[in-house]
């Protein structure tokens, strides 16, 4: 008996629910890798709910795997006219998302149709769509295995299963041309392709939240970021806090003073115009922020495309980002831009004292947005990377054991260069 059969005659004695029926020419994709839909996580839920309700808008059958605490079996349900397979899952952390990463791709294994993953963290269990020729799309995140925060061993971890991600993937998706390149020292160009994240267009948003937290349309900054090191809010918050300014600093996010020593430095630096308004994860709040505000700073040194600096852009944020080349594609000439404590109090200077250039900013980040980060955009290139892989029957394509679509001419490249939660925690 072949590995191939052996693996699949495995699958089949697996538990799991009763399979969907679909009908026969439909276009099927399995979207895994997600906590699922509706998106209540951030910037990689938002993506994939955008994506499959797109992709359920041109036509496809999208079928969506959910985690949910708890045990018991797995059940299927519709949500959005997209068909859901909630997977409990009792464990937190690493140990829970492989648990729930493991019976994801077993459950979509036994009806072959085409994946869509998003990460690569467990990526050693994709090895299964592999040895079944189920074609798989991968996005790739970031550089994950780099980011310090993880520790050692984590990291270890991450930089195995991208390595094995970019090998059992029948292509893979990076969120940034500078990912796109670093990833072709990991795989052949040809099966790498960017595609952003998306944001929505905010053309107006009511004033209640802004009035609730006592603040003055046009009269403040928002930062967004998860408080780590590598977002270099430490160092906004002692630029901003350099000097008097006549407007406030909004910072969102879950600050731990007694319990976290960087949150302790950060708290301490901050000066009496420094709003901690804590975590707000709705989405409409968030957005209404950002459109009302005089513009946003933006401090992420690491991961690609960011998606809460597309959303601001797509607010009409005029935005003071860390100057490093990730920031600098995504936000163009959007942006002023900081290294150190001292630029960013230069830059809020310049930004305060002169409407001109936040509104030739403002202008700027809308005319960006619009050129390659709506989510109509970047959704329709993730389907057309996944049309080529499916067969007459609408459902997928041949890729035999070990064959990859593009290594036989099949698969064009999109070569186009094209949140809110969990940025906060």
């Keep these: ?28 994709v399995r979207i895994l890798g997600t906590h699922g839909v509706p998106a209540n996580y951030g910037g990689f839920e938002t993506a994939a709910e955008n994506v499959a309700l ?8 999208v079928v969506v795997y959910c985690q949910v605490p708890g045990t018991g079996p797995v059940t299927e349900d519709v949500w959005n006219g997209l068909e859901r397979v909630l997977i409990p899952v009792d464990r937190e952390g690493w140990l829970g998302t492989s648990q729930f990463d493991w019976l994801s791709i077993t459950h979509a294994a036994k009806h072959r149709d085409v994946c869509l993953t998003f990460g ?7 090895v299964v769509q592999r040895v079944l020729g189920i074609p798989n799309v991968i996005n790739m995140d970031g550089i994950e295995w780099s980011r310090a925060r993880w520790g050692k061993l984590r990291q270890a971890i991450l ?13 893979l998706v990076a969120d940034h041309p500078v990912i796109e390149t670093y990833l072709h020292t990991r795989a052949p160009a040809r099966k790498v392709s960017t595609v952003t994240y998306g944001g929505p267009t905010v053309l107006d948003a009511p004033t209640d939240v802004v009035e609730a937290h006592g603040l003055t349309p046009g009269r403040y ?18 630029g901003f806090s350099a000097r008097p300014r006549g407007v ?10 007694d319990e976290d020593a960087y949150h302790r430095a950060v708290v301490e630096a901050a000066g ?18 950002r459109f009302h505000s005089l513009g946003y700073v933006h401090g992420h040194t690491v991961g690609g495309t960011n998606p809460s600096l597309v959303e601001a852009l797509g607010a009409g944020n005029p935005v003071i980002a860390h100057d490093n080349a990730y920031n600098r594609w995504v936000a163009g000439d959007a942006a002023l831009y900081f290294r150190t404590a001292a630029d960013v109090d230069a830059r809020v200077g310049e930004l305060v004292a002169s409407p001109e250039t936040a509104a030739r900013l403002g202008a700027a980040a809308r005319v960006r ?8 955009h970047v959704a329709g290139q993730y389907e057309q990377l996944l049309l080529p892989y499916l067969g007459p029957d609408g459902r997928r394509g041949v890729t035999a054991g070990m064959a990859d679509t593009h290594e036989t001419g099949g698969m064009p490249v999109v070569q186009t260069a094209g949140t809110t939660g969990s940025e906060q925690s």
Excluded at 159 to 171: D, K, L, P
Excluded at 248 to 257: A, N, S, T
Excluded at 272 to 289: M, N, Q, S
Aim: hydrophobic share 40%; net charge neutral; glycine share 8%.
């Design 1 to 28: 008996m072949s590995a191939v059969a052996s693996l699949a005659g495995v699958l089949d004695r697996l538990p799991g629910s009763r399979r969907f029926t679909a009908t026969p020419r439909s276009r099927t």
């Design 54 to 61: 797109f992709l359920r808008d041109q036509g496809w059958r």
């Design 120 to 126: 690569y963290n467990t990526a050693v269990f994709n």
């Design 159 to 171: 930089y195995t299963n991208e390595r094995i991600a970019c090998f059992v993937g029948n292509h």
């Design 221 to 238: 900054l928002t930062l967004i970021a998860r408080p780590i090191p590598e977002n270099t809010i430490l160092e906004i918050v002692q």
């Design 248 to 257: 406030e600093l909004v910072v969102l996010g879950g600050y731990k003073p």
């Design 272 to 289: 009496p115009e420094v709003r901690f308004v804590g975590g707000i994860y709705d989405p409409a709040a968030t957005a209404a922020l």
């Design 369 to 376: 947005h619009a050129s390659e980060f709506t989510w109509e």
